[in-house]
């Protein structure tokens, strides 16, 4: 089997900086700022802004902006002082709450990629991609960015310029939720109370709910339990603000709810039809420094993205990928429920999963440490073929693959006896040795693009025939 590894690698870089709101809980130092810049002339605090954005301007896209929006924050905290300031002052007191966070300080990995919504302007042999890629800075604190690029029948990987500025696409903080939504949601939690919900109109804000709690909880406490359940449940299931206006390349979608402060990470992007439909649907990980849920990203056309939380008995343990079309009629997601085994489940609802099986358990050595799977299969004539990882010893990754039934997906009727993928002499070394690693793969007629991740730290290529694939797989 011809497995063409690319020599392009896609590195991390500190240079890939965006602009955070420097937190801080006591209120008494935001009060002790807001009374140094008061004493500051206009001269003084002019001078001090200009030289700020002499400074940093070049580094970010319309940095002023965001100097503006975190003196909004701290606006609403209603603290003295601030209300009186002039627009050179409210500036610069939002820049004085505003870091800069580098989102590739340890690493850029575990890439996926699917078709791009726009395929214009191509020879008829190219396909145009977007890759997700994680991105993993201080504090190990991970977010996703994303590449574009074309590929053509040879192989030939061509990567559109790295982007002059990185972007965190905004949360859409005046979004508004249905209320059968929550409610459809909150059922989902035991004890949740539906009188609750008599409190709230048929849409509203996160703010709404925020103004809710606090009269209630003065009211009556006996609700207040559930009013947390909402509140839990707006936390994760968000929309982010429009960002067409942003380069593809220059987007990053970074942690917005308390639910994945500390990292949205690996995230399976894939391209979903129904009917004349078309989706991309991206689950990924959500980790608080504690916990960890399943999320989906929805968006068509990579514009505007919606958040949503999946919910059932069977939403647990990391990987979970989709199917690119329902099967049956029925929506269908590889999982690893134990951390051991792949296993497989259906559902009517796609937020809601209840049940699953085994579907695959280790057999050779190289995979009888852990299983699971490398994103989302692709459909080809003789079966859906799902890339798999497998853990040997020494903790050493690799990437292989199995084929299953088109009609019946819980049988394998194919699978590699081999590794497809394992680190070479170059590859085994960096922030996690000795692991290949990816989230997808993209089909391109015969030809497989696989971008893979080198020991956690960087990002490379390989392409491979699909039939030499099937060919090479045992039943």
């Known amino acids: 089997m011809m497995i063409t590894k690319s020599t392009i690698r896609l590195q991390a870089t500190h240079k890939a900086v965006i602009t955070r709101y420097l937190e801080f809980c006591e209120t008494t130092r935001i ?11 206009e001269e003084e605090a002019t001078q001090t802004i200009d ?3 002499k400074e940093f301007d070049g580094r970010h896209r319309d940095i002023q902006d965001t100097f503006q929006d975190h003196f909004n924050t701290i606006h609403e905290l209603k603290l003295a002082g601030a209300e009186q300031f002039s627009e050179v002052k409210q500036l610069l007191l939002g820049a004085m709450f505003t870091m800069e966070y580098s989102i590739q300080s340890a690493a850029l990995f575990n890439p996926s990629i699917v078709p791009h919504p726009d395929q214009a302007g191509l020879q008829p042999h190219e396909q145009r991609f977007i890759m997700s890629l994680r991105a993993t800075g201080e504090g190990h604190i991970s977010s996703i960015v994303f590449k574009t690029g074309i590929v053509d029948d040879k192989g030939k990987i061509t990567l559109d310029e790295a982007p002059e ?3 965190r696409v905004p949360k859409n903080t005046g979004y508004h939720y249905n209320k059968s939504f ?7 939690y035991p004890g949740f109370n ?12 996160t703010d709404f709910i925020n103004t809710v709690a606090e009269i209630k909880s003065e009211e009556d406490i006996s609700i207040m339990g559930s009013i947390s359940m909402l509140q839990q449940i707006a936390d994760t299931n968000y929309e982010l603000s429009p960002s067409a206006s942003v380069p593809m390349n220059e987007k990053v979608i970074f942690p917005n709810a308390k639910g994945e402060c500390m990292g949205m990470e690996d995230v399976r992007f894939v391209k979903f039809k129904e009917g004349g439909n078309t989706c991309y649907y991206g689950t990924y990980t959500a980790y608080n420094g504690h916990h960890i849920k399943t999320q989906l990203i929805e968006t068509t056309n990579f514009d505007v993205f919606k958040i949503r939380t999946l919910y059932g008995a069977a939403i647990s343990d990391k990987g979970m990928a989709l199917f690119p079309e329902k099967v049956n009629g029925q929506y269908v ?7 051991e085994m792949i296993n497989i489940m259906f559902s009517d609802d796609l937020y809601y999963w209840q049940n699953y099986q085994q579907l695959m358990q280790p057999v050779y050595p190289w995979e009888m440490l852990q299983l699971g799977n490398c994103g989302s299969p692709v459909k080809t004539e003789k079966g859906w073929l799902l890339l798999t990882h497998g853990v040997g010893p020494m903790r050493t990754y690799v990437i ?5 039934d088109l009609q019946d997906p819980t049988k394998i009727i194919g699978r590699l006896n081999k590794p497809l993928i394992k680190a070479d002499e170059t590859e085994r070394d960096g922030y996690v040795p000795n692991v290949v690693y990816t989230c997808g793969l993209l089909q391109h007629g015969k030809l497989l693009l696989i971008p893979y991740a080198v020991s956690d730290s960087a990002t490379g290529f390989v392409t491979v025939d699909t039939d030499e694939i099937l060919n090479e797989m045992k039943l």
């Open 333 to 339: 997601m590889i999982s690893r429920q134990g951390g």
């Open 400 to 404: 292989s693959a199995i084929l299953l």
């Open 51 to 53: 030289n700020l954005m």
């Open 194 to 205: 539906d009188a609750v919900l008599d409190f709230f109109p048929s849409s509203f804000t």
């Open 31 to 41: 009060q002790n700022v807001i009374s140094r810049i008061a004493a500051l002339t």
């Open 182 to 188: 929550l409610k459809t949601c909150a059922q989902r």
């Open 165 to 167: 500025y990185f972007t």
